[in-house]
């Protein structure tokens, strides 16, 4: 069973970036199709980015469409959002998730992450 960790959180200021990683052990995570997902607080978990077993066709939520960047280093292990141009709005829990079957933005993975904070303010 894949384990995930993810990391990168902190707080940035508007319009900063920040790059999360998501950390797989116990398996491969080149067998797996991984989503990014994160929670405010008061919403429900809200789907951000996903990414499938050979990293091509990555797909994104409208919202994080062209700021945002999901990407895969299978070598290392490890999947990675990019986030560019923050907002308030995208202050959050981010966590990742993995599972055999690529179900984009779904909710239906198997493996999930404890999440990282991300809190954007100026």
């Known amino acids: 069973q894949v384990h995930l960790v993810e990391s990168g959180g902190g707080l940035v200021q508007p319009g900063d970036s920040l790059r999360l990683s998501c950390a797989a052990s116990?398996?491969?995570?080149?067998?797996?199709?991984v989503g990014w997902f994160r929670q405010s607080s008061g919403k429900e978990r809200e789907f951000v980015a996903a990414?499938?077993?050979?990293?091509?066709?990555?797909y994104y939520a409208e919202y994080v469409q062209g700021r945002f960047t999901i990407s895969r280093d299978n070598a290392k292990n490890t999947v990675y959002l990019q986030m560019n141009s923050l907002k308030p709005e995208d202050t959050a829990v981010y966590y990742c998730?993995?599972?055999?079957?690529?179900?984009?933005?779904?909710?239906?993975?198997?493996?999930w992450g404890k999440g990282t904070l991300v809190t954007v303010s100026s």
């Open positions: 998730a993995a599972d055999r079957v690529y179900y984009g933005e779904l909710t239906e993975y198997d493996h």
């Open positions: 116990g398996h491969t995570i080149s067998s797996y199709a």
């Open positions: 990414i499938s077993w050979t990293g091509a066709s990555p």
